[in-house]
């Protein structure tokens, strides 16, 4: 491992040591990563043809863009047909010229999103099935997935998408990224305008395709408010309800806050629940969704009811339980049955472990530097806030119905108003930033948007007018998560005619270079001091200037920084579990770097006290005044001052 030539010697002063240690403990929570030999191996690519069906089957093989040197065709997996589900498929779809834009919270109804805001309706779907209740309350005859597919009528001709372009900007952002694995998709109103994969899916070796399911993350979270929303139309939910009309055992520490918590509450992330416990929840996964909710009760309001934006997990967790109780259903079963099924979402699935012998993307972690493949936790209890999965295949579709309104083709998964009221600006997060239920709107440039981050895997859908953009890894790195984000913002650029987009750039070199050698210099002075330890007890010799020097020592760098570390971060910003998870490798080691450090501090004062005890340094008064030393003399007697501080 190269390092800095400013750090590269061990013989370095005890002092430089000291001093690197202190800039240590202030950024080494940060974790980084060292370059990765990135592989972007196109797959097929797919420009998807003029006319698409709605047929629940897989699409036949597709001819592959002129641009590209991918094979010419690419045939997806046959359709399979989820447990307990039946399908309906859409008719051909008609793009919109352009997106109708959401309305701002103001101008909503005030009775919106309540059971009696919504007439009942009445259609047939192509293949015959009755569709009764609210709009978007959809009730199928028993169908089989991957029936034949009603007539196929033409779509107008797709919009044209510099293929070749975005697969270099998406492979060399991917090298410089070091990011192994990468799928995208591109549609516009209801047409699949191009989908593609780019690396591996792991260490087997095998490319990523638009089929290959990644974990979501946070981008989970407008699944779930889809499915709230669905309720509200069938009457089955109002948003203007308490969340204990749902959930009666429903509870946070203050009795009162927990009887004003609403619906739309959770939805707009302005119930009170703080980011910090939202966080906590991460580590918190290994049991049921009822339980996590319950666990709940201790848990303080750190704003009002209703008043504050505040990013919170725990409020989508929530939904999920009031999903499961109001639907009769789990809320995986409900997203398979009445999201997945309706689309024809052959290649998602509502937990990790459903997707591993599908070809699921393994995620990846920086550690020290390497991008290596990590493991997931359990995260049962949070699949409604952010482990659910899916292909970009699948969510072109799920973007084409939040573009169209809430249908997909002819087929209404949501009502109209329901699908507006999602993309609404509700409450204020920053800027001309706000969020609506499971999206942020931009009130400038009219995007709406979500992104997704887990312990190793990164997710990003935009709508931008009538275009979606669609973006999953199987990586992530926390510190450069900014560049992360401006993926799918090139992707934009670049659709929409712009030249000179530039491939993603950071400084991974010299990053993982400042913090592996900042690492390196810790585990130094830390051998250095235990080297020392007991030379420097036997050979200490007691003066008011020496014992001042070595509590001060000990003081801040053997006690209030890796006091700091230990109990004061966590406690504001995340807690150490949930370190371990999502900074695998540089956060294990801070950790027991800073306890070692204790201990080290902690011999080193019981040494200083008992050398004091032993010796009695009181001042003497000098009998005779000292002959002045010879210039030789002084030089000497500075040489082993300087070493006996070394010393200390």
Do not use: C
């Not at 040197?69 to 399979?80: I, N, Y």
């Not at 995208?184 to 591996?200: E, P, R």
């Not at 659910?388 to 084409?400: N, P």
């Not at 999602?422 to 948007?449: D, F, L, Q």
């Amino acid at each position: 491992m190269l390092l800095p030539n400013a750090i590269s010697k061990p013989r370095s002063a005890g002092s430089v040591l000291r001093t690197i240690l202190i800039l240590f403990m202030i950024i080494a929570m940060v974790p980084i990563s060292m370059p990765y030999a990135a592989h972007a191996e196109n797959t097929a690519g797919t420009a998807v043809p003029k006319a698409i069906t709605g047929s629940s089957t897989a699409p036949s093989t597709t001819t592959a863009p002129v641009s590209t040197t991918a094979p010419s065709s690419a045939t997806a997996p046959a359709s399979t047909t989820l447990p307990g589900t039946t399908v309906s498929t859409p008719e051909a779809q008609t793009a919109p010229n352009s997106m109708t834009t959401t309305p701002d919270a103001s101008t909503i109804p005030e009775n919106a999103g309540k059971p009696d805001a919504v007439t009942s309706d009445t259609t047939t779907t192509p293949e015959g099935a009755t569709e009764t209740s609210n709009p978007g309350a959809i009730t199928t005859e028993p169908s089989t997935l991957g029936t034949a597919a009603p007539e196929t009528i033409a779509a107008p001709p797709a919009a044209s998408v510099d293929t070749e372009k975005i697969d270099t900007y998406i492979k060399e952002s991917m090298e410089n990224l070091h990011i192994p694995g990468v799928s995208i998709a591109i549609v516009k109103g209801d047409q699949l305008l191009y989908q593609n994969g780019y690396g591996l899916t792991g260490m087997g070796k095998e490319s990523v395709t638009a089929q290959t399911p990644f974990v979501l993350g946070s981008v989970s979270k407008s699944f779930t408010a889809l499915a709230v929303m669905q309720l509200v139309d069938q009457g089955k939910i109002d948003l203007e309800a308490p969340v204990q009309q749902y959930l009666p055992w429903f509870r946070v520490a203050d009795e009162q806050a927990s009887k004003q918590i609403l619906v739309k509450h959770l939805l707009n992330q302005t119930s009170g629940l703080s980011t910090y416990d939202g966080r906590v929840s991460l580590a918190e996964g290994n049991q049921s969704l009822e339980q996590h909710i319950r666990s709940l009760s201790q848990i303080k309001l750190t704003k009002s009811v209703g008043t504050t934006y505040q990013y919170s997990n725990l409020n989508y967790d929530i939904l999920g339980g009031i999903i499961e109780k109001v639907s009769g259903v789990s809320y995986e079963k409900y997203i398979e049955q009445h999201i997945y099924a309706s689309l024809g979402m052959n290649h998602s699935f509502t937990s990790p472990d459903q997707a591993k012998n599908s070809g699921l993307a393994s995620g990846y972690q920086p550690i020290f530097g390497l991008m290596l493949p990590t493991q997931q936790a359990n995260h049962e209890a949070t699949i409604p806030s952010g482990y659910l999965v899916s292909s970009v295949e699948d969510m072109s579709k799920y973007v084409m119905a939040q573009i169209n309104k809430g249908k997909f083709g002819t087929k209404p998964l949501v009502s109209e108003q329901s699908a507006e009221l999602m993309h609404a600006p509700s409450a204020h997060m920053w800027g001309n930033s706000y969020y609506g239920m499971g999206w942020t709107i931009n009130k400038e440039n009219g995007r709406i948007y979500h992104d997704g981050s887990t312990e190793n895997t990164y997710s990003k859908m935009i709508i931008d007018g009538d275009y979606g953009i669609i973006l999953l890894a199987n990586s992530v790195d926390y510190i450069h998560m900014d560049a992360y984000d401006q993926i799918s913002d090139g992707i934009i650029r670049i659709v929409h005619g712009e030249d000179g987009v530039a491939p993603v750039q950071v400084e991974y070199k010299r990053d993982f270079l400042i913090i592996d050698g900042i690492a390196l210099a810790i585990v130094i002075y830390v051998i250095w001091s235990l080297g020392i330890l007991i030379r420097w007890f036997a050979k200490f010799k007691p003066t008011v200037f020496r014992v001042t020097f070595n509590i001060l020592s000990i003081t801040v760098i053997n006690a209030v920084l890796p006091l700091a570390v230990l109990y004061v971060i966590p406690k504001f910003l995340v807690p150490w579990p949930v370190i371990f998870l999502f900074h695998v490798g540089l956060g294990q080691f801070v950790y027991y770097a800073s306890y070692t450090l204790l201990g080290i501090g902690a011999i080193k004062a019981l040494f200083l006290i008992i050398s004091m005890l032993k010796s009695k340094f009181t001042r003497k008064a000098p009998e005779q005044p000292a002959p002045k030393p010879a210039d030789g003399a002084k030089k000497s007697e500075r040489s082993e001052r300087i070493k006996e501080l070394l010393q200390l």
